[in-house]
């Protein structure tokens, strides 16, 4: 059975730093493109990063880039979202996401090409 466990959400002050991770089960996906998306109190579910198999080449959403950074390591079979500087407007709920499909390479922003889903960790930044 696959597992997506998100861990080091908690809540900070504006200005400060979060490391998230993402730890899977069940499968390995090392050649699975992953992501982390957010979804506040009333708002749709969010992309926030996605990273490819081999960690060369990621995407961001705008009001994170350059301030939010994700990695993985393919032998801990892990997920990271570096977040620095953070900003109340970034308090949310963080998923992982890891898509099914082996060896695509594109990283998509849509939370409907993603088949693996954790059960988020909340991060909260007050102001």
């Known amino acids: 059975q696959v597992q997506l466990v998100e861990s080091g959400g908690g809540v900070v002050q504006a200005g400060d730093s979060l490391r998230l991770s993402c730890a899977a089960s069940?499968?390995?996906?090392?050649?699975?493109?992953k992501a982390w998306f957010r979804q506040a109190p009333g708002k749709e579910r969010e992309f926030v990063a996605a990273?490819?198999?081999?960690?060369?080449?990621?995407a961001y959403a705008n009001s994170v880039k350059g301030r939010f950074t994700i990695s993985r390591d393919n032998a801990k079979n892990t997920v990271y979202l570096q977040m620095n500087s953070l900003k109340p407007e970034d308090t949310a709920v963080y998923y992982c996401?890891?898509?099914?499909?082996?060896?695509?390479?594109?990283?998509?922003?849509?939370?409907?090409?993603?088949?693996?889903w954790g059960r988020g960790t909340q991060v909260t930044v007050s102001s």
């Open positions: 996401a890891v898509d099914r499909r082996t060896n695509s390479g594109i990283t998509y922003r849509s939370p409907n090409e993603y088949d693996y």
């Open positions: 069940g499968r390995t996906f090392n050649s699975n493109v």
């Open positions: 990273v490819s198999r081999g960690g060369g080449r990621s």
